[in-house]
């Protein structure tokens, strides 16, 4: 198992555990919750201790670009902080406050305010992503997390975030944004 340097914030008895690198002194120790999620490209646990979540790839998501993904987007506050992981295996992370924007938008939990505010951030998120050469591929409302108490967007899911090949980044950023008014237009119906 490879730790980042992130690993410095961790409480000391975890980080103590995460720095030998020896999984299974990770799992002995540490105890993982599954999340109550449908797997399909990865098995989800919690570790509630600690706000921090671990993602196992199944067999289908072993080539997912999760973990290279992370790597070239930390520091930008959007996206979560990534602790430990072993590569095609699985991956340790900052839980990302909040809920959904999928669930959020169907309870009729998001003013238009709101809707407004997560749109600006997504822009911002997103420019910054394929800044670092990183472009999502498949956009999903399922993917945004918004917490109502701080009014801050974070994004989860890295699987589809390819390298970005192209040189128009204000283009691909139109493209997403695009993707994102239909998205909420197709969950304001229903
Ligand atoms: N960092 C995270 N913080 C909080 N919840 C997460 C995080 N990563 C994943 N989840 C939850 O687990 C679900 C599945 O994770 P996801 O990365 O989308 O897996 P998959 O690649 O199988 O689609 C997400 O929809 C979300 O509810
Ligand atoms: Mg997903």
């Known amino acids: 198992m490879k730790t980042t340097e992130f690993i410095k914030n961790l409480p000391s008895d975890l980080r103590s ?5 020896d999984r299974n002194l990770f799992f ?11 797997a399909n490209r990865a098995w989800l646990f919690e570790i509630a201790e600690y706000d921090l979540v671990f993602k196992r790839f ?18 930008i506050a959007y996206f979560p902080v990534l602790y430990a992981y072993e590569e095609q295996e699985f991956l340790i992370m900052q839980k990302v406050p909040g809920q959904d924007i999928e669930s959020l938008m169907e309870n009729g939990m998001l ?21 670092r050469k990183r472009y999502d591929w498949d956009m999903k409302l399922e993917h945004l997390f918004w ?29 997403l944004l695009e993707h994102f008014d239909e998205e909420i237009d197709m969950a304001k119906e229903w």
Request: charged share 40%.
């Open 28 to 38: 002995n120790k540490i105890s993982l919750d599954p999340m109550p999620i449908r």
């Open 147 to 175: 917490d109502k108490e701080t009014q801050r967007l974070m994004l989860i899911d890295f699987g589809e975030y390819d390298v970005f090949r192209g040189t128009d980044v204000n283009q691909a950023l139109e493209g």
């Open 111 to 131: 003013s238009e305010e709101e809707l407004e505010k997560i749109r600006e951030q997504y822009k911002k998120a997103m420019r910054l992503a394929i800044e």
């Open 17 to 21: 555990v995460l720095e030998t690198g």
């Open 58 to 75: 199944t067999p289908k998501g072993k080539r997912d670009y999760d973990i290279d993904a992370l790597k070239d987007l930390q520091g």
